[in-house]
């Protein structure tokens, strides 16, 4: 078991040496960063949304901002749209479970904000409605996925996705570069 065991980080940290290596995807990461920082400076929001465990690491990251990462700070108005089961519930049974983002940003979203979702595939069709919804509304979109991009690829201002299709892989590196996002706005937004 233990050959199995090393066998798996090993994929891990092959994965991770695909974005390590890839500088257009750095780059992007980078540009959200900057995106992230004048949104904040301008007195926005941050969203985030996903479903199952890119549902978790979108609270995560949500709660990095909102929190702290590593400085006590002021908290950054950052929120995971799926945390109020009520609204979640209510808008899957009475509409679709499709609609379950896009109607929240119609509602709280504002130009210059930004909606980050995260879809190893790329096509959850709620979060492809959101984005839509997102850019109606005059907001960015972030899209972290995996290799392909999927249907959000199409909707995504900025694309983060990660060179793999192995879900467990793709979401270690999503939290990796959302980490690295946290920390990088904090220490640029902390600091001017």
């Not at 974005?19 to 400076?41: G, H, R």
């Not at 400085?71 to 499709?98: G, I, M, Q, W």
Request: with cysteine; hydrophobic share 40%; glycine share 8%.
């Amino acid at each position: 078991m233990s050959n199995q065991i090393k066998n798996l980080i090993q994929q891990s940290i092959a994965t991770k040496q695909q974005v390590l290596e890839n500088n257009a995807l750095l780059q992007v990461v980078e540009q959200v960063t900057d995106l992230i920082v004048s949104t904040f400076k301008n007195g926005n929001s941050v969203y985030f949304c996903g479903n199952g465990g890119s549902a978790a690491d979108a609270q995560h990251l949500a709660a990095e901002f909102s929190g702290r990462f590593y400085k006590d700070r002021h908290a950054l108005p950052a929120e995971a749209l799926h945390c109020n089961t009520s609204y979640l519930t209510a808008v899957a049974n009475d509409y679709s479970f499709d609609l379950i983002y896009a109607r929240l940003i119609q509602g709280l979203g504002k130009p210059g904000d930004i909606l980050i979702g995260l879809s190893t595939s790329g096509n959850s069709k709620n979060i492809v409605q959101a984005f839509e919804t997102a850019k109606e509304k005059g907001m960015a979109t972030v899209g972290f996925t995996g290799e392909s991009g999927g249907n959000m690829k199409a909707s995504s201002d900025y694309l983060i996705n990660i060179p793999s299709a192995d879900t467990p892989r793709i979401q270690e590196s999503h939290m990796l570069l959302g980490h690295i996002i946290c920390q990088l706005v904090e220490e640029k937004y902390f600091a001017e």
